[in-house]
């Protein structure tokens, strides 16, 4: 087994670990999505039926994405923050394979996680809602990863300011909002809306979920687009975050909080 | 094995030059490190001794390149460690803040199976060497507890474990007992002073307990102020200063005349006793004034009942030397190394 496939291991070891020790949260964390999407549902059906029954997928899958998504992003971003608290960030960086891929590793199996958590909500959501979905794995999977990507690389931003500049929860959270407006623009009167995290996933998800449509059945522009954003963002955001690293060290704050 | 061709064979473990850190602060800049050099030799322990803002820590963290110096060199194994990228840390490894290096929420055996992994080790390969890490510090009966529920001596020496699992030839220990009461010290020291005997490792130990720096070092570099102040090894530097401090119990007291007479002889003298005898006890700048000290004596025309050289610990010649070396110049060095 090399050394990138013995960290990436051990990286989703102590996610599930912490998850389990965390296992109030984390319930709570899962409950408290469901519901959260079961008062925009039942409220919006009481005060505007039609409006949420004709557009009921568009709900689901703008939500799942909208969930997943800002679970990945907080992750990451925070996770920084979590680490200088606990006082293990630098005991991260003292690795052969830096501070960067150790975080990089951990915001991947972050995705993984959320997916997983994601793949839950869904099916509460498909039950509550009684629609009919096609959940074609092959198709959905892929395209929610590299939905979810771009996300993971502004996350990764973030962190590298959290380096920096510690307290930076408020302009993260402020991010979460961006992200509302990115899945709910339509994509056909905003091209370039295509180029920004979440929309051009969120929009083939819907049409794979609605209509039943396979990952190969999509415009291959679509698809090539949706890789190039996804690799941009994340690569983008993994550099940022290795030179915001840098920074740090010259400022002598790394492990500080 | 990856990382053997890392530096060089016959360069010392640490070679540190003229390093200077300057950090930006709100009312200005403040100087941490102001020109340090110094060599760490492969296989030797090494403790670095001073009070707060000496610049114990960003000494280390500049070797671990953890922080960036403002000007300077530091190679580790002879290869410069800004350049050396993650290779680095296949050598190096540190406990830098007590207990606080590891996952409390996990138990010790899934950190150190983590520990593990992060060096690019599989922990399945080494299970039973990590075990061992465990036994040696009496942690057997702990590994499926969280680290949480583990005493704060117990988690310090679950750090070190973690710290270990790295298997690198060079150890850093940033104040590994701060927060220790006497006991649970000893034991970790106990546990070092093992480890040190046992593997031919390079270990680099900050301290302010003095009695931890005794135990453990061949070789002690005091700083203060950022700079070097004394680069010499333990017992000559505490032989430098046991020559110097002497007890003596006098028959009889001495008039103020002849008092002020031996306080001009000595650096520091103090007078303790009752009406029928006295016990005075002098620190001399150098060796030959105890003769200059005898002559004011024999002068004063006093009767010497008892005369002894004073054994200083560590923590004594430590205050001095700090003492003296605010601010620090040159002929403060002992030992003649800076």
Request: charged letters at 20%; hydrophobic letters at 45%.
């Amino acid at each position: 087994m090399n050394g990138h496939a013995i960290l990436f291991r051990a990286t989703f070891e102590k996610a599930v670990w912490l998850l389990k020790r965390y296992l109030f949260n984390t319930v709570m964390m899962v409950v408290g999505m469901y519901l959260l999407f079961a008062l925009l549902f039942f409220g919006g059906r009481m005060m505007a039926p039609t409006v949420v029954s004709d557009s009921t997928e568009a709900l689901v899958v703008g939500y799942l994405v909208w969930m997943m998504a800002v679970r990945a992003y907080q992750q990451t971003s925070s996770d920084v923050t979590r680490e200088a608290q606990w006082g293990t960030l630098e005991q991260l960086h003292l690795s052969p394979y830096g501070i960067g891929r150790v975080v990089l590793f951990t915001s991947v199996v972050n995705v993984l996680v959320t997916l997983l958590i994601g793949g839950v909500i869904l099916g509460s959501m498909v039950v509550t809602t009684r629609t009919a979905l096609a959940i074609d794995l092959v198709t959905i999977v892929p395209v929610a990863v590299l939905t979810i990507l771009p996300v993971v690389g502004v996350g990764l931003c973030f962190g590298g300011l959290a380096l920096l500049y510690k307290r930076v929860g408020q302009a993260a959270s402020l991010m979460q909002l961006g992200f509302i407006v990115f899945l709910a623009m339509p994509l056909d009167a905003h091209p370039l809306l295509r180029f920004v995290p979440l929309s051009l996933g969120t929009a083939l998800l819907e049409e794979a979920m609605a209509t039943g449509t396979r990952l190969w059945e999509f415009p291959v522009p679509d698809l090539l687009t949706l890789l190039a954003v996804a690799v941009l963002y994340l690569g983008g955001g993994y550099l940022v975050f290795k030179a915001l690293a840098t920074r740090a060290r010259k400022r002598g704050v790394l492990g500080h909080y | 094995m990856e990382g053997n061709d890392f530096g060089s064979a016959s360069a010392p473990a640490v070679r540190v030059t003229d390093l200077t850190k300057v950090y930006d602060a709100e009312d200005g800049e403040v100087t941490a490190l102001d020109g340090i050099s110094l060599e760490i030799e492969r296989g030797t322990v090494v403790g670095i001794l001073g009070p707060n803002g000496a610049g114990k820590t960003t000494l280390i963290k500049s070797i671990l390149d953890l922080v960036r110096p403002t000007d300077g060199d530091v190679a580790v194994l002879g290869a410069d460690v800004t350049a050396a990228g993650g290779e680095l840390y296949r050598h190096v490894s540190a406990m830098l803040e007590g207990a606080r290096n590891v996952y409390w929420r996990l138990s010790l055996r899934e950190n150190l199976r983590y520990f593990t992994s992060l060096q690019g080790i599989d922990p399945d390969e080494v299970a039973e060497e990590n075990l061992a890490f465990v036994e040696s510090l009496g942690l057997t009966d702990k590994l499926d507890e969280p680290v949480n529920s583990l005493s704060r001596g117990m988690k310090q020496k679950a750090t070190l474990a973690c710290t270990l699992a790295r298997r690198t030839d060079l150890v850093f220990l940033d104040e590994p007992t701060l927060g220790l009461d006497v006991e649970a010290s000893a034991a970790l020291v106990d546990t070092f002073r093992e480890m040190v005997d046992r593997d031919e490792k390079t270990v680099v130990l900050s301290s302010h307990d003095m009695d931890v720096i005794e135990d453990l070092c061949d070789r002690v570099v005091v700083l203060n102020a950022g700079r070097v102040v004394v680069d010499d090894s333990v017992s000559a530097l505490l032989d430098a200063f046991r020559t110097q401090s002497h007890r003596l119990r006098l028959a009889a007291p001495l008039d103020d005349v002849d008092r002020a007479a031996v306080a001009e002889v000595a650096e520091s003298v103090s007078w303790s006793g009752t009406s029928d005898a006295v016990e005075l006890t002098v620190t001399l700048e150098a060796p030959d004034d105890y003769y200059r000290l005898m002559r004011t004596l024999e002068s004063a025309g006093a009767t010497i009942e008892r005369a002894e050289t004073t054994t200083p610990d560590l923590e004594s010649v430590f205050l001095r030397v700090t003492d003296r070396a605010d601010p620090p110049t040159d002929e403060l060095a002992v030992g003649g190394q800076r």
